[in-house]
T-cell receptor
Framework: AQRVTQPEKLLSVFKGAPVELKCNYS??????LFWYVQYSRQRLQLLLR??SRESIKGFTADLNKGETSFHLKKPFAQEEDSAMYYC????????FGTGTQLKVEL | DAGVIQSPRHEVTEMGQEVTLRCKPI?????LFWYRQTMMRGLELLIY????????DSGMPEDRFSAKMPNASFSTLKIQPSEPRDSAVYFC??????????FGPGTRLTVL
């Protein structure tokens, strides 16, 4: 069975500090992984997916198959990055982690 | 395209009443998903359809919950009878094949 773990429920950083949101997965096949973001009281939006290897809003995520991780990183946090972040793994359906609330403080 | 459309956006009802949530997926998408989001349990997949056929309903909490997809452009999630613990935000999402999944704005349900 596929499983996604986000160990931190809340991550609080200061503006300008680096951010790393952790995601670990368990899956026997070749995983397809995503990060979704949910701003306050809004719908979930795709932030990035590992196959596209893009940088969106300054965020990047690298798939590490050895460590079965897909951590989300940004070198300098901005106030507008405050949101809920979900890591997800796709087979036929998306399996979401429990989410990490990122709070960027001034 | 207007994206995934859900209605109503907010619903307040009394315990015991029937509640129907509606979803219009993005045109051409062949997968449709219903999720429930609460503070306690996070984001839970309730059921999903492929080409209007229910594929996995193992996340549906009880027999009080039912979902239908009569055609490719419409789905409903019904709760009968509703209970206070059903209060949550219900999201619908759609997808084409293995492409990106797009979410609707959600329906915020409050059962008094």
């Amino acid at each position: 069975a596929q499983r996604v773990t986000q160990p931190e429920k809340l991550l609080s950083v200061f503006k300008g500090a680096p951010v790393e949101l952790k995601c670990n997965y368990s899956y026997s096949g070749s995983p397809e992984l995503f990060w979704y973001v949910q701003y306050s009281r809004q719908r979930l939006q795709l932030l990035l997916r590992h196959i596209s290897r893009e940088s969106i809003k300054g965020f990047t995520a690298d798939l590490n198959k050895g460590e079965t991780s897909f951590h989300l990183k940004k070198p300098f946090a901005q106030e507008e990055d405050s949101a809920m972040y979900y890591c997800a793994l796709s087979e036929d359906k998306l399996t979401f982690g429990t989410g990490t609330q990122l709070k960027v403080e001034l | 395209d207007a994206g995934v459309i859900q209605s109503p956006r907010h619903e307040v009802t009394e315990m015991g009443q029937e509640v129907t949530l509606r979803c219009k997926p993005i045109s051409g998408h062949d997968y449709l998903f219903w999720y429930r989001q609460t503070m306690m349990r996070g984001l839970e997949l309730l059921i999903y359809f492929n080409n209007n056929v229910p594929i996995d309903d193992s996340g549906m909490p009880e027999d009080r919950f039912s979902a239908k997809m009569p055609n490719a452009s419409f789905s409903t999630l019904k709760i009968q009878p509703s209970e206070p613990r059903d209060s949550a935000v219900y999201f619908c999402a759609s997808r084409l094949a293995a492409d990106t999944q797009y979410f609707g704005p959600g329906t915020r349900l409050t059962v008094l």
